[in-house]
């Protein structure tokens, strides 16, 4: 019989250390796969959309508006999605979010109001519907929660007539508006109810 050797790097590793190793695989392939999911679930465009305040509604409920005009396919406005979500989750409860979709007719005689030329085109109206102040184009979190500050208290915004990176929009928007109606594709768009 042998006597007691000492262990070495040629001993067999014990079971109980192979299922330690087996289940923090496991425990950290689920947490790598989570976080991958938690980060690509950025909120979408049509989300936002779908959960903004009417634009009927925030001309007449007594709240501060920013006003987004924006296009699904504008990649300016897919990058502020995030910001804007949080913007929303911050100041929800003071100030009206409205998105306005231009490819939607419905919203041509806001879009010619508004002189929209570019996208994100940003409208800060007060608690009584009347428009104070512009923006256009991509703008940083900050800017954008300081003039809402400003907005909530009545106060003049600090950055008006802010320009940023913007997504163009092709042709003026009555000839804009005429092409998508005359195009076979658009299944009767220019239908509004």
Not at 20 to 41: D, E, K
Not at 48 to 54: R, T
Request: hydrophobic share 45%; with cysteine; charged share 20%.
């Amino acid at each position: 019989m042998p006597e007691n050797l000492p262990l070495t790097q040629d001993t067999p590793p014990s079971r109980a250390r192979n299922l330690v190793v087996a289940v923090a695989a496991v425990v950290l392939a689920v947490a790598l796969f989570l976080g991958i999911r938690t980060q690509s679930a950025m909120p979408s465009l049509g989300d936002l959309a779908a959960s903004a305040v009417p634009y009927e509604e925030a001309q007449t409920n007594g709240k501060p508006t920013l006003l987004e005009f924006y296009a699904n396919w504008c990649t300016t406005c897919q990058a502020m999605a995030a910001d804007m979500a949080d913007l929303r989750e911050t100041y929800g409860d003071r100030v009206n979010f409205v998105m306005l979709n231009i490819d939607n007719n419905k919203w041509l005689p806001e879009m010619l109001a508004y002189r929209v030329e570019g996208i994100p085109h940003f409208v800060y109206s007060g608690a009584d519907g009347s428009p104070i102040a512009v923006a256009i184009g991509e703008q940083p979190r900050q800017i954008l929660s300081e003039n809402l500050d400003a907005l909530i208290a009545q106060a003049p915004l600090p950055h008006q007539q802010n320009f940023g990176r913007l997504s163009a929009i092709e042709g003026d928007v009555l000839s804009r508006q005429r092409a998508v109606n005359d195009d076979p594709r658009a299944h009767g768009s220019a239908v509004v109810n």
